[in-house]
Nanobody, 115 residues
Framework: QVQLVESGGGLVQPGGSLKLSCVAS????????MGWYRQVPGKERELVAT????????TYGDFVEGRFTISRDDDKPTVYLQMNNLKPEETAMYYC????????WGQGTQVTVPS
């Protein structure tokens, strides 16, 4: 059974940093493409970042502007999202996901950046 368990969310002041983690189990992590999305209540989920398997290049949402870094450790197996210079409008639930060859979602971790 596929499981994705996120952690690392919390309350951070504007301009601060957080590192999210997502521990995976129940599938062959090394062959899966992974990603992070975020969602604010009442809005659609928004792509934050994706990272392919086997050393491929990550992709980021346009709003990231060099502030976030997605990475993975296939030995752990875990995917990370380092977020720097966070803004209040980035308050959301952040979800870990497998993007290929099949899609699965974690339960999410809340990130709050007060204005």
């Amino acid at each position: 059974q596929v499981q994705l368990v996120e952690s690392g969310g919390g309350l951070v002041q504007p301009g601060g940093s957080l590192k999210l983690s997502c521990v995976a189990s129940g599938f062959t992590f090394s062959i899966y493409h992974m990603g992070w999305y975020r969602q604010v209540p009442g809005k659609e989920r928004e792509l934050v970042a994706t990272i392919p398997s086997y050393g491929g290049e990550p992709t980021y949402g346009d709003f990231v502007e060099g502030r976030f870094t997605i990475s993975r450790d296939d030995d752990k197996p875990t995917v990370y999202l380092q977020m720097n210079n966070l803004k209040p409008e980035e308050t959301a639930m952040y979800y870990c996901t497998t993007t290929w060859p099949s899609i699965h979602w974690g339960q999410g971790t809340q990130v709050t950046v007060p204005s």
